[in-house]
């Protein structure tokens, strides 16, 4: 058991969005948050990866609550947020550059270049992200996927703007990392078919 959700209730304002919510995730294991828009798959998230507290219940990570130590957690957590979190003046390249070093990721040249090339993000890496249409910027921005060293991802619409090909490239990132031991807690409301996992689909309480 690497990730455990106990007794989870968050809310958005005055509105309870779920309650309740056990959740256990293994390494090796993806897992979609399946719900209607406004359910609070994206808020779950956030409360997961520590940057929104729950109205009650807790996260562990490795049988510790992750209030206990946020900066140990967050070393072993790389959270993509449905925004692509690019600064539009810089490149594709500029981007997964400066990300990766605040992650502590692999961020040297050669690297960059070959994550930038998995997600076919190669084509456009030297122009500025202002410049590029909505799918491009994803394939940019997942390409951090391929430089992170998180065991936990937390992925929010991750195949949002992304065409048929592209969605293909994302499977095979998640693919390998599951296959590697890593462990996929996602939503998605794009088809996203993760061939040779077991993929398990967890609609939230209400």
């Not at 309740?20 to 209607?36: H, S, Y």
């Not at 807790?58 to 790389?78: K, Y």
């Not at 692999?106 to 190669?122: E, K, N, Q, V, Y």
Request: some cysteine; glycine content about 10%.
């Amino acid at each position: 058991m690497l990730l455990h959700i106990e007794s989870l209730s968050c809310r958005r304002g005055e509105r309870l969005l779920f309650r309740g919510l056990d959740l256990t995730l293994a390494a090796g294991e993806a897992v979609q948050v399946a719900g209607a828009n406004g359910r609070g798959k994206t808020t779950l998230l956030r409360t997961v990866c520590g940057l929104q507290r729950p109205e009650t219940g807790a996260v562990h990570w490795r049988g510790r609550d992750i209030r206990r130590d946020p900066d140990a957690f967050a070393g072993n957590c790389l959270y993509l947020a449905h925004e692509n979190a690019l600064n539009p003046d810089l490149t594709a390249r500029e981007n997964l550059a400066a990300l990766t070093r605040v992650m502590g990721d692999r961020s040297d040249a050669a690297a960059i270049d070959r994550a930038l090339a998995d997600m076919g993000a190669d084509a456009w890496a030297d122009l500025p992200c202002r410049s590029l249409s909505a799918g491009q910027r994803r394939r940019s921005a997942l390409a951090r996927l391929r430089l992170s060293r998180a065991p936990l991802w937390l992925l929010d619409e991750p195949a949002a703007a992304l065409d048929t090909d592209a969605r293909g490239l994302l499977a095979d990132c998640i693919g390998d990392h599951v296959g590697a031991g890593g462990t996929v807690l996602f939503t998605t409301h794009e088809p996203l078919t993760l061939p040779g996992i077991g993929l398990r689909i967890v609609e939230l309480p209400a």
